[in-house]
């Protein structure tokens, strides 16, 4: 069975494709130091799967521990998730996350050219795009200058796969520019867990419906959009989880020194009051939530063109924007 190294495969998107690989057929190899994640998600997916994991308990900056694991293992890809993800945090503490998602993917291409390893899925984001001159977007769309240090760290990342294959290393690479996950595993036993208050709009939907939250912010009504209020479009995580097999599948027919980009989302976009609606429909509760200011720096509207992942990856979303909210909230109910 082939093993793929998931690092940050405890995580939010992480852990919902270890079931997705082991579903198509392959073993995840989970490595991630639990800082923004715990251990009992592992407990979950054993509970989800049936299966045993190995798990190491590590930072994807030590090289030694990756050299180890790989000695202990035939990997045969990775896929690199293990990051930073605080927007707000990026700039604050800027080289706390250039040191983390930049640092870590160097260390992580050292150690796969030492050991052999060809394939790797890097984790990107249509952060990259910033605000879009022209909608959708394909992944042809010029990249904007990053609005955070957390966005540059994906365009830098990107920057560096881009001329590391250029050298020539026999490696193949897919890096997967995600637009707004959302939802958790159908199942109730793995989501999202964000720590503190979230900054992300669907958890703190949940939040507020829970009565954690007393009530939702709407960030702006007065864009030129359907309603008024932001558009983003926003991907079921075991989709996205799913775009991560197809992602491994096709790298496999590939020639060395390959790279490329896939956008994944639905194609569609939605806005922020579509959700809260989409949300009271699938919930039956009734969300109390205020209009506000806009919030510094939102991009307007953005959602992806597939074709190219349907076409070339042979991948389509199969969970709807209703489907994502009653999987959130059943997640969110079974937090307690
Ligand atoms: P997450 O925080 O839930 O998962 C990341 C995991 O990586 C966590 O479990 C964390 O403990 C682990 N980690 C962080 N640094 C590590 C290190 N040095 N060594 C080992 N483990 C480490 O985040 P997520 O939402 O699952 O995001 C996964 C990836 O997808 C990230 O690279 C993120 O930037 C990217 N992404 C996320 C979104 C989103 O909205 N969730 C959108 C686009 C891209
Ligand atoms: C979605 C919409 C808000 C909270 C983030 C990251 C970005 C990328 C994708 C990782 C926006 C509105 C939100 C609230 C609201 N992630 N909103 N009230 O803005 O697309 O970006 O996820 O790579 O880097 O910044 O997602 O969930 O924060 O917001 O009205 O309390 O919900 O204005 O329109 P966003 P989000």
Redesign the pocket.
Known sequence: MKKILITGGAGYIGSHTAVELWNAGMEPIILDDLSNSNEEVLNRLREITGKEFVFYKGDCNDSSLLKKICSEHQIEGVIHFAAF?A?GESTQVPLKYYRNNVGSLLILLEVMKEKGIRDLVFSS???VYGQPDILPVTEATPRKDAE?P??NT?KICEDILVDYVKSKPGIRVISLR???PVGAHPSSKIGELPIGT?????P?ITQTAAGIREK?????NDYDTPDG????DYIHVVDLADAHVKAFQYLAEQGSDFYEVFNVGTGNGNT?LE?IHAFEKVSGEKLNYVI?PR?PG??VK?WADTTKINQVLGWYPKFSLEDSMRDSWNWQKSLG
């Open positions: 993800k927007v984001s249509c952060t955070s957390y966005g994906k995600y637009f707004n979230p900054q992300n709009l669907v703190f939702l912010t709407v960030f702006g209020s932001c558009v983003r922020v959700v506000g919030r939102d991009v953005t």
